[in-house]
C-alpha cells in the first residue's frame, strides 16, 4: 500500500492500534468469521489512522465496517 513508509506513528499511537486490532480480531473470531486475514484487518486500521483517528472504539468499529456489513458484528457483541 502506498504512502505507509513515510508516515510514523508515536508510541502511544502504536498502543492503541495495537489494542484496536486485537479487539477486532477477537470480534471477527466470536462471529466466527475467516475469510478475513490478519493483513486486511491491519491494512483497514492503518488507513484511518492515517487519516488521523486514534479512537480505539473508532477505529475497532472503522476497521470491521470496511470489512463487513455491521449487523454481522454489531449483533454478535
Given amino acids: 500500500m502506498r ?7 508515536d508510541p ?3 498502543v492503541v492500534l ?3 486490532f486485537d479487539e ?8 466466527g468469521n475467516t475469510s478475513i ?3 486486511e484487518l491491519a491494512r483497514s486500521l492503518l488507513r484511518l489512522a492515517m487519516e488521523g ?14 470489512l463487513i456489513p455491521a449487523t ?3 449483533e454478535a457483541s
Fill in 3 to 9: 504512502g505507509f513508509q513515510t508516515n510514523a506513528f
Fill in 12 to 14: 502511544q499511537t502504536l
Fill in 18 to 20: 495495537e489494542a484496536a
Fill in 24 to 31: 477486532a480480531w477477537l470480534t471477527l473470531k466470536s462471529i
Fill in 37 to 39: 486475514k490478519p493483513d
Fill in 53 to 66: 483517528e486514534r479512537d480505539p472504539v473508532r477505529l475497532h468499529d472503522g476497521a470491521l465496517r470496511g
Fill in 72 to 74: 454481522a458484528w454489531r
